[in-house]
Structures are given as structure tokens and as C-alpha cells.
């Protein structure tokens, strides 16, 4: 039996906070709060805008946290700089929109080709891990091999607005599996996030190797009435195989 790590996304930690310009709720005390409750590690998105999290904040959670922690980037010369200097273990390169509410899809891996090697490379160099945040597409799968990548993330909002909506999603889980089969059979470590609930999470734990999954938005929302803790314990719950 494998398990599936869970990696924590406290990035709302940080909107909340920044809603009042004030110091609290702490990402910080989230963070630790989350490794003490189970959560294999710990996610972050450093966006250009500074939406949420802050370089501050990165360099608190790392210095203070046990268990890895994944920093969300995208591929820019500021962001290679950034992780470059604080080391995190693992290291996700998502696409960045300014205007997007949230990372709407995958990266597209042919676009600046050039830097996004040399960055994977670097980081590779740096004793970072690298995923790539993809779309479940074939073809996204051999080129992140292609590109020396350790893992990819696939991007699984379109199956989890599916479920939300109770619309079939047959296609798009069947889409997701043979993604996730081919990255295997290239050796590449499978990773899946983005929108996931518990429904969601319960349905993509089914296919064999997904090793991590990373959640924020409804974990976080959940924490809300139920606390971080026991929202991290149900999300266990539910991804153990
Ligand atoms: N994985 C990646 C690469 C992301 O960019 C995000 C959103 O920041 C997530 C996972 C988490 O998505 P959600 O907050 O919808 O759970």
C-alpha cells in the first residue's frame, strides 16, 4: 500500500491576514500548526503582486518548518533568484496570471522553452525538487521529461468544477489516469492539485500512483468551522489508500 502525501497550501492564511493589513491570522503559526497535525508539507505560492505570502514569510516558514516546504513560483528571473536563495526542498513552477483570481491552468511548456529549462536546471543544481504544474495532456507529460523535470503536478480544476457542478467527469478522470500512467512509466513522480474537496480528492486517491496531493482553498474554508487540524485529519482520512 503507498500512501499519498498531503502537502497543505496556507496561502489564504496570508489573504486573510492581508485583508486588514494587520499581522495576524499568522501563515507562520498555520504552518506549524500543520505540521503538527499530520500534513506531509507545507505549500506556498510567491506571487509577483504579493497577493498573499511574502518573502517574509517564506524565509520564517523555512527556517522554522521540519517537514518540507513547496514553493509555488512562477518562471521569472525575480522568482529563480528568490528560490534560489532560500532552498526550499521542493520547488512547483506554476503559470501566473496578474489578473487571475486563482492558477487557472497548466503551464505552457513551449512558451519561453529556453528559461524555463535553464530555471529547472538551476534549481535541480540547488538540491531543490522541481514539479511542473501541467494540464492533464500526453503530450505536456513527455515534454516535462523532456524538460529534466523530478515531478509534475497535474491541474485537476476542470475534474473537480465537473464534480462540484455533479456534471459527467468520466472523460476527464479518464484523461487525468492516463496522464498519470504515462508520467509513471517515464519515472516521473505524479502529483495532483487544484480545487480539490473532499469528494474530489476521495474520487482522484483511486487512481494508483498519485503520490501528493496539494490543497488549500476548501481545506483551509473547512478549518473554518471545523478548525486546521481536524479539516488536515479528514483530507488524511480520505487519500489513504
Ligand atoms: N497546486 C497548485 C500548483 C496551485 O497553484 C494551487 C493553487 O494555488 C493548488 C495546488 C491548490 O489549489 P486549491 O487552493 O484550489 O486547493
Known amino acids: 500500500m503507498s500512501k499519498i502525501r ?20 499568522s501563515p507562520l503559526r498555520a504552518a506549524i500548526l500543520a ?27 523555512k527556517s522554522k518548518l521540519k517537514i518540507p516546504l513547496n514553493l509555488e513560483i512562477a518562471a521569472t528571473e525575480e522568482m529563480l533568484r528568490i528560490a534560489m536563495n532560500n532552498k526550499p526542498s521542493f520547488i512547483c513552477i506554476v503559470p501566473e496570471k ?5 492558477t487557472e491552468g497548466g503551464l505552457k511548456l ?17 538540491k531543490s525538487r522541481v514539479s511542473l504544474f501541467i494540464e492533464p495532456s500526453l503530450k505536456d507529460i513527455k515534454d516535462s521529461k523532456l524538460l529534466n523535470a523530478d515531478c509534475v503536478e497535474i491541474h485537476t480544476g476542470k475534474l473537480c468544477r465537473l464534480i462540484n457542478e455533479r456534471k459527467s467527469y468520466k472523460d476527464e478522470l479518464n484523461r487525468i489516469r492516463k496522464a498519470v500512467n504515462l508520467g509513471n512509466l517515464l519515472g516521473l513522480e505524479i502529483h ?3 480545487g480539490l474537496t473532499y469528494k474530489s480528492a476521495k474520487i482522484l486517491s483511486k487512481i494508483k500512483g498519485i503520490k501528493e496531493f496539494n490543497i488549500g482553498h476548501f481545506l483551509i474554508g473547512e478549518s473554518i468551522y471545523i478548525g486546521l487540524g481536524k479539516s488536515i485529519e479528514n483530507f488524511k482520512k480520505i487519500i489513504k489508500r
Open 110 to 126: 513551449n512558451y519561453k522553452r529556453k528559461l524555463l529549462k535553464k530555471i529547472i536546471n538551476k534549481l535541480k543544481k540547488n
Open 35 to 61: 505540521e503538527k497535525k499530520g500534513a506531509d508539507s507545507i505549500t506556498i505560492h510567491l506571487r509577483e503582486d504579493r497577493r498573499h505570502i511574502n518573502e517574509n514569510d517564506l524565509k520564517k516558514i
Open 192 to 194: 495532483a492539485g487544484h
Open 98 to 102: 496578474r489578473q487571475e483570481i486563482t
Open 6 to 25: 498531503l502537502g497543505v497550501n496556507i496561502d489564504h492564511v496570508a489573504t486573510v491576514r492581508n485583508a486588514r493589513g494587520e499581522s495576524y491570522p
